[in-house]
């Protein structure tokens, strides 16, 4: 049992199909997979269509952007149902609110003098939910930055002009969805959110309080000593405990099913599905 509740395709910021994607889970030896494209499910049906052949368990999954105190926070979604009308509709308004912030994103780097750029970064998306990563390969492409972490640092990642994440739901609203489709809603990748500890145990209280019911423990090469923290706020707050790569493409430091070991004393998301 090897459960990956944690990574992206090309129909958002991924490198792989979905089917490239859920064959690469298999070779790694994933036996249950949750593909999390950001604000879409439009990899679902591809994906779950190639874990049959492979018998891999497909979870459904999203990774939702939303907004808690002004800072952007990423809720998974785990396990709703793909049909339920109000979370189509909440998709669908995700999918406008991207393309929208992709806009302005587009306006002012323009208004820095970098020309072009929308037309560069719409074509990279090539159909997929826009975000940020594919303004990064635009910015590479016309060689303003020479890598990734380069056009996050100077353009698209937090203050920068870039970043605009004001038009994002509130987190509670996001969690709302998530648990009327009969879903999990799990907070993502806590340790990435440069926050204190005071301030990350609030957002994790209100998120609770929302009707929040699961946290990524293990988030790709998590610290130990970070997860055994998000252990005891699971026991704490109720959480269920998930984990997953986060995987968006081959890379030296990310795969498949390859993360952190879970630690001891939790109650795994995954048994929910287990069969
Ligand atoms: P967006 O969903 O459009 O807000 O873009 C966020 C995505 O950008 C994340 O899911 C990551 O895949 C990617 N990302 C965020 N920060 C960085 C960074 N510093 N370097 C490379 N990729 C990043
Ligand atoms: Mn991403
Ligand atoms: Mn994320
Ligand atoms: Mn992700």
């Known amino acids: 049992m090897l459960a990956d509740l944690h990574c992206h395709s090309l129909k958002s910021d991924g490198d792989l199909s979905p089917s490239d994607l859920v ?3 298999a070779e790694q030896g994933v036996t249950m997979l949750a593909l999390t494209d950001h604000d879409t499910i439009n990899g679902l049906a591809e994906a779950r269509a190639r874990a049959e052949m492979h018998n891999i368990e497909l979870i459904s999954g999203i990774e939702f952007s939303s907004v808690w105190n002004g800072i ?12 339920h009308p109000e979370m189509l509709a909440a998709i669908a308004r995700q999918e406008d609110c991207r393309l929208l912030r992709a806009k302005t994103i587009a306006e002012r780097l323009e208004k820095l003098g970098i020309k072009g750029i929308w037309d560069k970064a719409e074509a990279i998306a090539n159909g997929a939910q826009i975000g940020r990563p594919h303004f990064a390969q635009a910015l590479i492409d016309m060689e303003k930055v ?7 640092k100077r353009y698209l990642g937090a203050g920068k ?17 998530i648990r009327e489709a ?12 440069k926050m204190t500890n005071t301030k990350l145990k609030s957002m994790l209280k209100a998120f609770a ?7 990524e423990v ?6 130990v000593t970070f997860s055994r923290r998000m252990v005891e706020i699971c026991n704490e707050l109720g ?3 998930s984990q997953g790569s986060d995987f968006h493409g081959p890379r030296p430091w990310s795969e498949l099913g390859k993360f952190t070991k879970m630690p001891e004393g939790v109650n795994p998301v995954w048994t929910h599905w287990a069969n």
Do not use: C
Not at 168 to 175: A, M
Not at 218 to 223: F, H
């Open 23 to 25: 064959d690469r889970a």
């Open 72 to 83: 952007g926070i990423h809720v998974v979604g785990l396990g709703f149902d793909e049909t």
């Open 146 to 152: 020479s890598n990734m972490a380069q056009a996050f």
């Open 161 to 177: 002009p870039g970043d605009v994440k004001t038009l994002w739901p509130d987190i509670t609203e996001v969690v709302g969805w």
């Open 182 to 193: 009969g879903g999990v809603a799990v907070v993502a990748h806590p340790d990435k959110y």
């Open 209 to 215: 309080e929302a009707g929040g019911n699961g946290l």
């Open 218 to 223: 293990v988030s790709g090469a998590t610290e």
């Open 239 to 241: 959480f269920l405990a």
